[in-house]
């Protein structure tokens, strides 16, 4: 879809269901829980930082970092960011391709669930890169490719809620293209709850039906 269609979409959703997670398009709130409670664990204690939410929506991810930790959430569906604020996140409508922050301002950036939503992520990974601090942490969530699972629903399903799928060696090496290194990777398996941590690609990947990847920017 284009991103005024999915600007809609999703302005629609906050309309509908507020400031609850199923304003987002995860399978169910168990499913948004897990994950973002094994994401955020997964992260690591952070406090005092300046943080980035990039595709916020409702806020429903990053609030838990709310209480310590300045944040900023950017999102196009003006509606979706009334949530946000309510939760705490200083709001800014606007364009992931053009984030309106000074180069290096964030020691966290965190992009859950958008980049599947694009064709063209390049531009994207660019920004988030662009306004990470040297040193600072990079975070992208997004479906796998590589899933026995969504290739079997992707057989039944006659619509699909997302434009593109990635594999972990792509993300990889866009992470290393844009200056980060230390890169790891968090494996989630719905409906099963729990998940792996690793450096790269696996024999049980095929099981795999989301993931997290983060890095550190390289200093100098």
């Given at each position: ?8 979409y ?48 409702v ?6 970092l709310?209480?310590?930790n ?11 960011l ?9 709001t ?25 939503l ?17 040193g ?5 969530q ?18 699909k ?17 844009y ?31 989301s ?6 920017k390289?200093?100098?």
């Open positions: 879809m284009s991103n005024s269609n999915w600007k809609y999703f302005d629609k959703k906050a309309e509908v269901h507020g400031a609850s997670v199923k304003s987002s398009d995860y399978f169910d709130d168990a499913s948004f829980f897990m994950q973002r409670d094994n994401t955020l664990r997964w992260l690591g204690e952070i406090s005092g930082k300046l943080v980035l939410d990039a595709g916020c929506g806020g429903a991810f990053s609030e838990p709310v209480k310590q300045t944040v900023y959430g950017v999102d196009f569906s003006e509606r979706s009334a949530f946000a604020a309510g939760r705490g996140l200083h800014v409508t606007g364009d992931l391709t053009a984030l309106p922050f000074e180069d290096g301002m964030f020691d966290v950036v965190l992009c859950i669930g958008v980049i599947q694009i064709e063209q992520y390049t531009p994207v990974m660019a920004e988030l890169a662009r306004v990470t601090k040297p600072g942490t990079l975070l992208v997004t479906l796998h490719k590589g899933s026995l699972q969504r290739k079997i629903l992707g057989l039944f399903e006659q619509s809620k997302f434009d593109k799928m990635y594999t972990l060696g792509e993300l990889a090496s866009a992470f290393s293209q200056g980060f290194e230390k890169i790891e990777f968090l494996k989630m398996y719905h409906p099963f709850p729990f998940v792996t941590v690793g450096k790269g690609e696996g024999l049980t990947d095929s099981f795999c039906t993931f997290a990847i983060k890095g550190s390289n200093i100098g």
